[in-house]
């Protein structure tokens, strides 16, 4: 039973461009949690959506940040004009129902250049 | 709110033991404890819900005292896979998002 999946692991941006990280939950699971998490710090909560429906995105900026988990294929946490602040691990957790343990996928490092 | 992990590092031989803890100033639904090593993904260890459960994974359990709002992690008979920092995630009102401390870091020596 595969884990859950990020892509890609790493990504490098110039100022101004759009980042767009992906992220495949396990099998069976309909909820998926997006975290950030800075050099020596702990995870930050951002958003946390099902299948077509945002249900909690109050971690996330109201700007340049977006998040979408679609009927088919992947959760997209999409960033646009990145700054050199938005440099960080992203990383996303899939639970398979409302209180269940969160698995974490191996995050997307992310830097801006 | 962000829970305050304590001590925020210990450094342990191989076989000792460690407790590490985790406190919140807001009443708590459950606790979540993960362990990440350097550049790698959070693993999940346990999850402990309202109640005063305690829980074991291997030879690390833990405890959750919901009236004093914290929960311990015990590290029994340690071994050198135990190294990594430890994240207590806490939960209030059953809304899945987790609050997370800044770790405690662990390092076990031979």
Known sequence: NAGVMQNPRHLVRRRGQEARLRCSPM?????VYWYRQLPEEGLKFMVYLQKENIIDESGMPKERFSAEFPKEGPSILRIQQVVRGDSAAYFCASSPMEGNEQYFGPGTRLTVT | QQPVQSPQAVI???????????SSSKALYSVHWYRQKHGEAPVFLMILLKGGEQKGHEKISASFNE???QSSLYLTASQLSYSGTYFCGTESNGNNRLAFGKGNQVVVIP
Not at chain 2, 12 to 22: F, K, P, Q, S, Y
């Open chain 1, 27 to 31: 099998k069976g699971h309909s909820h």
């Open chain 2, 12 to 22: 342990l031989r191989e076989g000792e033991d460690a407790v590490i803890n985790c």
């Open chain 2, 67 to 69: 009236k004093k709002q």
